[in-house]
């Protein structure tokens, strides 16, 4: 009798621990249908890049001097300069350059120590091609603009769901002078000053 009341008693326990743990999973689902949403329709929706976003590298020509401190900081040594020296002129001609984005970390080291600023990061992130080859950009590639989300005409851009007005769920047709959730850095910074 002692073990058929304790086989009850194991039996109501575990009962017990699996109503606590599918309250505890249902405790989340409700949870995460009062928050606000976070899908974006991809091809037709964008979200727009933050300030400080590391996209593709852009490359520009004519401001190159050939002195490879890319290559140098790069942490996979990953930039191709290709030059020859001009005797006349007794300075390096650049002739070809390319990055593999196959193969890039994204790091922005070839950025920041550019000492010409021929490099800088753009928005683009959609480098997505059916050849790894593909990703092999050229300095002709790299020297193409990308288009803006904001100025895309297909696509619908949109503010990250997180900068949203508090009580703001739809994050379409938001003006772009609207305050987000959260300070500015400047705010913080007006605020620290005057501390």
Known sequence: MLKFLK??????KETVQAAKYIGQGLSVTFDHMQRRPITVQYPYEKLIPSERFRGRIHFEFDKCIS?????????INLPVVDWEFDKASKKKKLKH????FGVCIF????????????????????????????????????GRLPYKVTEDPMVTPLRELVYLPKGVLEPHGLPANSRRVGKLPEDIAEQEAEK
Not at 67 to 75: A, N, S
Not at 109 to 138: A, I
């Open 7 to 12: 086989q009850v008693g194991d039996y109501a």
């Open 67 to 75: 002195c490879e401190v890319c290559v140098r900081v790069c942490p």
């Open 97 to 100: 350059y390319s990055i593999d």
């Open 107 to 142: 790091c922005g080291n070839c950025v920041e120590y550019c000492p010409t600023n021929c490099l800088s990061m753009t928005e683009e992130y959609d480098l997505s091609t059916y050849d790894r080859h593909e990703l092999n950009y050229d300095n002709v590639a790299l």
